[in-house]
């Protein structure tokens, strides 16, 4: 069973910086990433890597938000920069295999002043 650990998340005010981690327990996960889920609505993507390194994100947070893994710690690392008070939400890691798709418990970003 994968077991998914995040750190990181908290509290920055806006235009500030937070990065957060997901280590991931077993191996060979095809595409690792970041959801998040704000009070209200739905979980949307933030941000998905290949085990080749090719990312992909959510427009909303382009040019502002980093996404990257370590294979070899079945880790994936999300950068966030130039935070917004729209950017605060719960967080989840995702990472998937050929067979299942798993989730991480969440932690908190809020940017607020």
């Known amino acids: 069973q994968v077991h998914l650990v995040e750190t990181g998340g908290g509290l920055v005010q806006p235009g500030g910086s937070l990065s957060l981690s997901c280590a991931a327990s077993?191996?060979?996960?095809?595409?690792m990433g970041w959801y998040r889920q704000a009070p209200g609505k739905q979980r949307e993507l933030v941000a998905t890597?290949?085990?080749?390194?090719?990312?992909n994100y959510a427009e909303s947070v382009k040019g502002r938000f980093a996404i990257s893994r370590d294979n070899t710690k079945n880790t994936v690392y999300l950068q966030m920069n130039s935070l917004k008070p729209e950017d605060t939400a719960v967080y989840y890691c995702?990472?998937?295999?050929?067979?299942?798709?798993?989730w991480g418990q969440g932690t908190q970003v809020t940017v607020s002043s």
């Open positions: 995702n990472a998937k295999t050929v067979r299942s798709t798993s």
């Open positions: 077993g191996s060979s996960f095809t595409i």
């Open positions: 890597i290949t085990k080749g390194g090719t990312p």
